[in-house]
């Protein structure tokens, strides 16, 4: 498991809106609030953000807790962005580790994060995979349930699809295979989508801005709660929330 965000709105320091956050994505890697599977997340982490100008994301990610990264602490302390997107990270048995495990990852324009997990990976997923043409199958970026979510979203954003509609496709595919957690996460920097399937999903708006979270970083007013099965699209302007079938 894992908990993630996404931001769009006014540029805020990297610290103002992971670490500072009393109960930020900083602090849920060691004591998440409303995480139900698994007690901490310690096993990588990473963010993305979008400078002005520029529509690719650059990333910093690590394969150990965010704690104890000093390199964070200091980037988190200078790096300004109105597009975020981050993950603290909880493997799931069987996946690789390092790196290039974690969250988020990243393809032309667009940054992808999953909370959750795909029973049976990897034999049992063989059917979903094989929904991939071969030459993408074999660029999986780590041997994980994640990077296969990855995978398949990425195909159908490169394929036409927009943001919500890649995500509740791939969603739709992976429920026909694994009863899974499918918790996704996706931004182009200016649009944000997201899934509730299994775990938590809430989000915040303010004038000009959206967060969209695993749970919230604080106990000011203002918190949506998402209902299970659900697909959220945001960007500054406002949310709109449907029913995944």
């Not at 109960?23 to 698994?38: D, E, T």
């Not at 995500?167 to 996706?186: M, P, Y």
Request: hydrophobic residues 40%.
């Amino acid at each position: 498991m894992c908990r993630h965000l996404a931001y769009l709105g006014p540029p805020l320091l990297l610290d103002e809106l992971l670490v500072a956050p009393p109960s930020g994505l900083y602090r849920q890697s060691w004591a998440p609030r409303s995480q139900q599977y698994g007690t901490v997340n310690a096993d990588g982490f990473g963010v993305g953000w979008y400078a002005e100008g520029d529509p690719v994301p650059a990333r910093y990610r690590r394969s150990g807790p965010i704690w104890a990264d000093e390199g964070f602490t200091d980037l988190a302390r200078v790096v300004r962005s109105g597009a975020v997107l981050a993950a603290v990270r909880s493997a799931t048995a069987g996946c690789a580790a390092g790196e290039a495990a974690a969250a988020p990852f990243a393809a032309d324009r667009w940054l992808f994060s999953h909370n959750g997990a795909l029973p049976g990976w990897p034999d049992g997923l063989a059917e979903l995979a094989a929904l991939l043409p071969p030459a993408e199958l074999l660029r999986l970026t780590a041997r994980t349930d994640s990077a296969l979510l990855w995978a398949l979203t990425l195909h159908h954003l490169r394929d036409g699809a927009g943001l919500g509609e890649a995500l509740s496709t791939t969603v739709q595919e992976a429920a026909k295979h694994s009863d899974g957690r499918i918790n996704l996460l996706l931004t182009d920097g200016t649009s944000i989508a997201a899934t509730s399937w299994g775990d938590t999903l809430c989000y915040r708006t303010e004038p000009g801005s959206v967060l969209v979270a695993s749970e919230p970083s604080d106990d000011l007013p203002g918190w949506q709660h998402l209902p299970d099965r659900s697909l959220l699209s945001a960007d500054p302007g406002g949310v709109t929330v449907s029913t995944l079938n």
